[in-house]
């Protein structure tokens, strides 16, 4: 689905280069669900632009869904976010000033999809979210937890192959990051391939895979148990006498 | 998508009301001031006979003072009237396909049925050509022929205001009426016509309403009476009876002719050269050569018609328009970058560039219509006000200047300033809506 080969990004600037990609490489297969983590500034949320081309990247190669992407124009790029992509943001991103179906209607119009199949789309979006019966509210009028149920099913109404999601849990209580990441496996079941970005290790210890970064390179790409038995291995051997 | 577009404007709107409502109000007020200004010079330098400006020409011939020009200012433009001896001579030609000598005269009507006091009109003493050159349209009758100029006639056409203030309105034709105590009959009386300017006689007022009356020219020298216009003079030759007055070098009288063809204009044009050659040698017309047949256009020009300040009044009023789109344009930057984490979105939920610049596009162009729609109602307004303003100044003189035709309401000049406004609102819109369109998706998704 996603595999990226020695991508490198870097930012400038008139004073200084920051290398926020160093030879990132990573294969995301089909209907895996993989978390991503790391410090702070090591390039994870980078990475999430690159993978869901709001970003280009300086070199490398990156293949999504099978196609090489480091040369589409900017109008393929943005059908092909359209298209394959869905992202669900940490702040929820919901535009204040249209109602939830409206907000869930947002990716479908902009693929000029007929009216009756848009309608269609959002009804069962907002239907496997649990908020079918709420489509006239305004996001104002949910909680944080519903708010972000509306941006899953906006990211989902269009089908995509993959879901990119950057802290989605990051502003909610853990009784409504659970029942988020509860959604998010159900999508992923549905056979959705998945990025999410995590702090949090208990979420990151739901996805089949997580992959560490640091200063924008994959320190290790493994189920996460397993990296932490290394980790803590390796704290062990290094304890003194 | 235009739907939607318009729908995420409306929405918009309603998110900066304030904002918007500026947005509206600068460009209804530059378009207001346009359409106000724009009516005027549209009114003032137009042509009013557009149809046959290439066939009508003014003739005029330079048979002043060797010592001096006419205009010092030009000294390249011959005098703007004839002399008697020249006018009545030119008439002879019969080359033009229609000819007229023109004055004015002021006359007192009187007679008319229930009529207690005499009323002043300006007149116009003028060849019977007259009416068929320029077009005039006639409610009842017509104009009258040549035999009645070369009478001359009494016949009398009357404008329709007049008919309406000694006729009710009704058809006249076949009537008497006093005019300066002697009876003329009524052979026509003109339908609604008011050319602004007055092309046909710019010596005069040439914001002036046309004459009430219309009567031969040759009256004038029958009754032996002066002009009311202009009439300006050289030469040492005393002055003292009627019969001096059009035998001196006094140029008092206009002169059209309709030239249909280049062919008749060079014949016209040899014409009379070849009569100034002859009077040349004769010891008249001691200045260069200097004959002309002026179409309307040019004949407007050469007279400014339109004042310099008219036209530094318009090239204000857009530079007003200017300053208020720049503004526009500054508002829509500022509130469009305030949503740039929205466009951000968007762009990352698939929305082309094309798609985000279209969609601040059709913002643009509906804060364009509804401040050209304002602007519309605002134009309305100050052309009332100006008409208002000026009232007084109409009156104080005698309501010679025809304010109501230069204020009117022009469909097709307000059209143009309105298309132009709207175009040049969109045009102005076209760089926010570029620059939101070019913002990269990802770093503005934060500020969201």
Redesign the interface.
């Known amino acids: 689905m996603l595999k990226m080969q020695d991508v490198s990004k870097v930012y400038r600037t008139d004073l200084i280069e920051t290398h926020a990609l160093r030879n990132f490489s990573l294969e995301v297969k089909s209907g895996q669900f993989v978390s991503v983590s790391g410090p702070s500034g090591s390039g994870k949320t980078t990475f999430l632009n690159v993978a869901g081309l709001l970003e280009t990247f300086d070199t490398g190669i990156y293949h999504l869904d099978g196609q090489d992407v480091s040369r589409l124009s900017d109008d393929a790029r943005s059908r092909m976010r359209n298209e394959k992509i869905g992202f669900i943001f940490q702040s929820f991103n919901l535009i204040p000033d249209l109602d939830i179906y409206d907000n869930v209607d947002v990716p479908l119009r902009y693929r000029r999809m007929k009216a009756a199949e848009r309608n269609q789309r959002i009804s069962k979006a907002l239907e496997l979210v649990g908020l079918g019966s709420r489509t006239k509210h305004m996001p104002s009028q949910l909680s944080g937890g519903q708010q972000q149920r509306v941006a899953i099913a906006r990211a989902i109404a269009g089908d995509p192959a993959l879901i990119l999601a950057d802290e989605p849990t990051g502003n909610l209580d853990s009784l409504m990051a659970r029942q988020v990441m509860d959604l998010l496996e159900q999508i992923n079941e549905m056979g959705t391939t998945i990025v999410l970005v995590t702090h949090d290790p208990e979420l990151a210890r739901r996805a089949q895979r997580n992959i560490h970064v640091v200063d924008g390179v994959v320190i290790d790409s493994a189920p996460y148990e397993r990296r932490m038995a290394v980790d803590e291995r390796a704290a062990g051997n290094s304890m003194p006498g | ?1 235009l739907s ?1 577009y318009l729908r995420l404007a409306s ?1 918009s709107f ?2 900066t009301p304030g904002l918007t409502a500026l947005m509206v109000c600068a460009i209804a007020l530059g378009i207001g001031a346009c359409i106000v200004t724009l009516t005027v010079y549209h009114a003032m330098a137009g042509n009013p006979i557009w149809w046959k400006n290439n066939v009508l020409y003014a003739v005029t011939m330079d048979s002043w003072d060797p010592a001096r020009p006419f205009d010092p200012d030009n000294p390249s433009l011959a005098p703007d009237q004839l002399t008697y001896r020249d006018a009545t001579y030119l008439m002879t030609s019969s080359i033009p396909k229609h000819k007229a000598i023109m004055t004015q005269l002021l006359g007192m009507l009187n007679g008319a049925p229930g009529q207690t006091a005499p009323i002043p009109v300006m007149t116009r003493a003028t060849t019977g050509d007259f009416f068929p050159m320029f077009d005039v349209p006639f409610e009842y009758g017509g104009g009258w022929d040549a035999a009645a100029d070369r009478g001359p006639e009494p016949v009398i056409v009357l404008s329709r205001a007049e008919n309406e203030k000694l006729f009710g309105g009704s058809d006249s034709v076949g009537r008497t009426i006093l005019w300066n105590g002697r009876q003329f009959r009524i052979v026509g009386v003109l339908g609604d016509w008011q050319p602004v300017p007055r092309f046909y006689d710019v010596v005069n007022n040439p914001f002036a309403s046309p004459e009430d009356a219309y009567i031969p020219f040759s009256w004038g020298p029958t009754l032996q009476e002066l002009p009311a216009g202009p009439s300006s003079g050289w030469g040492s030759t005393p002055v003292n009876n009627y019969q001096q007055f059009v035998n001196a070098e006094d140029v008092w009288i206009e002169m059209w002719v309709e030239l249909p063809t280049a062919a008749s204009r060079a014949r016209m044009l040899a014409f009379m050269n070849s009569y100034w050659a002859a009077q040349r040698r004769n010891g008249r017309f001691q200045r260069p050569l200097n004959n002309h047949l002026t179409n309307v256009g040019d004949w407007l020009k050469v007279n400014h018609v339109v004042s310099n300040d008219n036209s530094i009044l318009l090239r204000l009023a857009f530079a007003f328009l200017a300053v208020c789109l720049i503004n526009t344009v500054g508002i829509l930057l500022a509130k469009f970058l305030r949503r740039s ?2 466009t951000g ?11 985000v610049f279209y969609q601040h596009l059709v913002e643009v162009a509906v804060v364009a219509t509804l401040g050209a729609a304002v602007g519309l109602l605002m134009g309305i307004i100050g052309l009332k006000a100006v008409q208002h303003l000026y009232s007084a100044a109409s009156a104080l003189d005698a309501g010679s200047t025809n304010y109501p035709a230069l204020t009117h309401f022009d469909p097709i000049g307000i059209g143009w300033a309105l298309a132009l406004a709207a175009v040049s609102t969109v045009a102005a819109g076209l760089y926010p809506a570029w620059t939101i369109g070019r913002l ?3 770093r503005y ?1 934060k500020s ?1």
């Not at chain 2, 979105?345 to 798609?355: K, T």
Request: hydrophobic fraction near 35%; charged fraction near 20%; aromatic fraction near 4%.
């Open positions: 998508m939607y929405k309603r998110r984490g929205i979105l968007l762009r990352a939920l698939g929305a082309s560039r094309s798609q990269p998706p990802s998704l969201q």
